[in-house]
């Protein structure tokens, strides 16, 4: 058999990576010189790189490893459905076995009426098909004039144009525009922009952005309201606990459509099956990938409640879809990750055992000198770094340089910790037991301590 190993030596890999492998958000000239760390294999929380290191993933690779690395079930299962039936379309009255088992079990995971699974290769592709949908929602309903999409900055719901429209992250809108009829409105980020308010005050007010924002486009054109239960590509903001209820009150108040963008925090991450249980949030739609596969294979969707569907279905037929959607390799594989996720308890596991395992040790990392704040929702977490505590202060040097040092510290003692701005961010497999939530944590205050001596060293710890 043809198994890809390993075959030639670190510099040469890297050397034909960067002649002709162009990589997504990266400075390909500063990666060129550097040259790109090479992982080779991975087992659980476990990566391994052309060097020989371990490293524990402190990300599950990018957010999706639920289930972790490794898990063979899943390779059986994509070398069975590829034997039998390697590819069909969903097109033309067609369906097949694992699109139709998949779509079931989704719905049947999914709360409320949730009940109608559109699949997409991926959460950008996905969030386009959200964009169709919610427009085409209030043309059959005779409204073809609510078709904006209100969202917020700072978030972040793919790469593709529509998905990247949705975000709200400038660097992005700047690199080939964006859309029409999208609105941002300010991000829930109270440690960073929440000023003397409490954080219930904040909450409530950055909620109200929202029905200012209503009012100011007019509700006769106001399509939907689209977020993230907690922002991750962003930081991985935890919203203040008046936030959601808020947001859920005033997309009721005024008929609007709500999507909820689960792609991080669907299946499991957030200590319940989707985040928008953990908040209280009742969504029409939910933008679902990553976890659904455990990222084993590219798959992801939009499960769509009762009400969006009937209507849709009424306008007949939907000008949308994708050559994979629903492949039914990506969707048997999909359908194993969710029996492991419920048959091993994996979502009761982050609840009862990895989560208050965690957020114990984590809440602790605020008494480092350098850590202000310390967030975690079921295994998504963030800290804070500030040159003071007492006034949330944010550092003198351009934002990012301090969690950019603290990143490299990371990544030299062999743990994935990614940096978003000087935030911290985690996101493990939510199969970490205790004894490796020990090593992240004995690692991550390593990184923190010699960051903390590096900066000092360099005359960055300072106020801005
Ligand atoms: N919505 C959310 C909430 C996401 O986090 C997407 C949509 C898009 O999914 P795809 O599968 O098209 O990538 C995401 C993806 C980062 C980072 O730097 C985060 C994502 C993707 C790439 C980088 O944290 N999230």
Not at 83 to 107: C, M, W
Not at 142 to 168: C, D, F, W
Not at 217 to 240: H, L, R, S, T
Request: charged share 20%; net charge negative; glycine share 12%.
């Amino acid at each position: 058999m043809n198994k890809i190993t390993n075959h030639l030596p670190t510099a040469e890999l890297q050397r034909l990576d960067a002649a002709h492998h162009m990589h997504p958000f990266t400075d390909a000239n500063g990666l060129a010189q550097k040259g790109a760390r090479v992982i080779t294999s991975a087992k659980g929380v476990w990566l391994r790189d052309s060097e020989g290191n371990k490293i524990i993933d402190g990300m599950a690779g990018l957010w999706c490893v639920n289930i972790g690395y490794g898990r063979t079930e899943l390779g059986d299962v994509a070398k069975r459905q590829m034997d039998e039936l390697s590819y069909y379309n969903t097109f033309f009255q067609t369906t097949h076995v694992p699109a139709i088992a998949l779509a079931a079990k989704i719905a049947e995971l999914a709360p409320g009426d949730l009940n109608h699974v559109f699949f997409a290769g991926s959460g950008s592709e996905a969030n386009d098909t959200n964009i169709r949908l919610v427009r085409r929602y209030w043309q059959v309903k005779g409204q073809p004039e609510k078709r904006v999409i209100i969202a917020r900055k700072n978030g972040y719901h793919g790469s593709t144009m529509g998905g990247g429209s949705l975000g709200g992250m400038s660097p992005i809108h700047a690199h080939g525009g964006k859309i029409d009829g999208i609105v941002h409105i300010d991000q829930p980020d109270w440690w960073s922009e929440g000023g003397d308010m409490t954080p219930e005050d904040f909450g409530l007010a950055r909620a109200q952005a929202l029905e200012t924002a209503i009012n100011e486009i007019g509700v006769d054109k106001v399509a939907a309201f689209i977020g993230e239960p907690i922002q991750g590509a962003g930081g991985v903001i935890v919203p203040p606990s008046t936030y959601w209820p808020e947001i859920q009150r005033i997309c009721d108040k005024y008929g609007i459509l709500l999507i909820a963008d689960e792609v991080i925090t669907g299946f499991g991450r957030t200590g319940n099956w989707f985040g928008s249980q953990t908040f209280g949030i009742k969504p029409h739609i939910m933008t679902i990938a990553k976890g659904l596969s455990s990222g084993y294979q590219p798959i992801g969707g939009s499960i769509i409640s009762d009400e969006v569907f009937n209507v849709v279905a009424e306008g007949g037929e939907l000008y949308h879809g994708y050559t994979y959607s629903g492949h039914p390799v990506a969707a048997a594989v999909a359908l194993e990750n969710l029996r492991i996720i419920q048959e091993e308890g994996v979502v009761e596991h982050v609840r009862n055992v990895a989560h208050p395992y965690l957020a114990e040790r984590w809440a602790a990392l605020t008494d480092h000198p350098m850590v202000g704040e310390a967030k975690l929702v079921g295994l998504m977490g963030s800290i804070a770094l500030t040159p003071n505590k007492a006034t949330r202060a944010k550092f003198a040097s351009e934002a990012g340089t301090v969690g950019y040092k603290v990143r490299e510290r990371c990544f030299a003692n062999n743990l994935i910790m990614r940096h978003v701005g000087d935030r911290m961010i985690i996101a493990p497999p939510l199969v970490i037991t205790p004894s490796e939530i020990d090593v992240l944590i004995e690692r991550a205050k390593k990184s923190l301590d010699e960051g903390y001596a590096a900066i000092k060293a360099e005359g960055l710890f300072v106020a801005g």
